[in-house]
């Protein structure tokens, strides 16, 4: 049994998001109990409300704490780190502010073996399909949880995502590359190059090279690693990508007869474009490098993406994600 500890207060939507997500999940599976932290009645007058299993779900009290005046939102969040800092869940997800998750999880949390820094992984669609599953999208990390990134961090980035990408995507070899401005060693940053060297040698990583920017869409690997700096700007930009050309697509079926005619016939491909981009079906990013398994899920995330997101945490505990990126670490020369 995985027991994965919800803070039900975060995201935009928040309990009725939340809460829902988890009612769904209880009624499907058997194998995930689940703790759902924040505002006690109102998560329970929300239940109420749902179908749901309630020997699957637990609720634990969280209230804002105000200081001089001032209160602070994240309360849940903490509440719901400390039941897994102290072992009363094998997982976290939340829909809150990363750079809060960041701070609280570090604070709280510890690193696994030869991690210094966090990564948050995140998938987005590629034109190559990926693993034996096909599966039509990459892994990009890190997108936000470290700013700077070291040699060592780079490598350790590389680990953990390679890691990840064999338990969601069940790859046994994904192919892992540094993003960067050209494909030569000598090409990057200092960082870069460093990384580039280690990772050549390295034996739990099935290291290509270096990949530049246009090769993210393309899908020429399974995984990408840089900074987090870098790896949040570059994830905006490809989510902003998906959202204008979907936007386009349909001011084109509105205007043009033509064109619409046109997109008739290529629906079938819009309505794959759509599923490929819809970040709701893959639940949520993973934060890499605690010896807890936490889900980072879209602060825009409604009931789907939150069940979504309880699953692969489920899913990373199952096969021990922890345990192989412990096993992939090494020392940086």
């Avoid at 990459?138 to 997108?143: F, G, Q, S, Y």
């Avoid at 050209?182 to 390295?202: C, D, F, V, W, Y």
């Avoid at 349909?250 to 309505?271: C, E, H, I, N, V």
């Avoid at 981009?277 to 934060?287: C, K, S, V």
Wanted: hydrophobic content about 45%; proline content about 4%; overall charge negative.
């Amino acid at each position: 049994m995985t027991r994965v500890v919800i803070d039900a207060m975060g995201g935009e939507i928040g309990v009725d998001s939340t809460v829902a997500g988890a009612a769904e999940l209880s009624l499907e599976s058997d194998s995930i109990q689940m703790i759902l932290v924040g505002d006690a009645r109102l998560i329970t007058e929300t239940l109420g409300s749902l179908s749901h299993d309630s020997r699957r779900i637990q609720v634990a009290h969280s209230s804002p704490v105000s200081t001089d005046g001032t209160t602070k939102t994240n309360a849940s969040i903490q509440v719901a780190m400390d039941i897994l800092a102290s072992g009363g869940a094998d997982a976290l997800v939340t829909a809150g502010r990363t750079d809060t998750l960041v701070a609280i999880a570090t604070d709280r949390l510890k690193y696994l073996p030869g991690i210094r820094r966090a990564a948050l992984a995140a998938v987005h669609p590629t034109e190559q399909r990926h693993g034996p599953k096909e599966d039509p999208f990459a892994l990009l990390l890190d997108v936000g949880a470290t700013q700077t990134a070291t040699a060592e961090d780079l490598v350790s980035f590389a680990v953990m995502g390679s890691a990840y990408a064999q338990i969601i995507s069940a790859n046994p070899r994904p192919s892992v590359a540094l993003l960067s401005n050209g494909k030569n060693l000598t090409q990057g940053t200092p960082a870069i190059q460093q990384a580039h060297e280690h990772l050549s040698r390295h034996p739990a990583v099935h290291f290509v090279g270096n990949v530049e920017g246009l090769d993210l869409p393309r899908g020429s690997v399974d995984v990408v690693v840089c900074d987090g700096f870098v790896g949040s700007v570059v994830f905006a930009m490809l989510e902003g990508v998906t959202e204008v050309v979907t936007d386009l697509a349909k001011d084109a079926y509105a205007r043009k007869f033509l064109w619409r005619l046109g997109l008739t016939m290529l629906s079938q491909g819009l309505r794959q474009l759509r599923v490929m981009t819809d970040w709701r079906q893959y639940g949520g990013a993973p934060l890499l490098g605690f010896e807890s398994v936490i889900i980072k899920a879209d602060s825009r995330s409604n009931a789907r993406a939150i069940r979504n997101a309880i699953r692969v945490a489920n899913k990373a505990i199952e096969h021990d994600l922890s345990g192989q990126i412990r096993q992939g670490m090494m020392p940086v020369d």
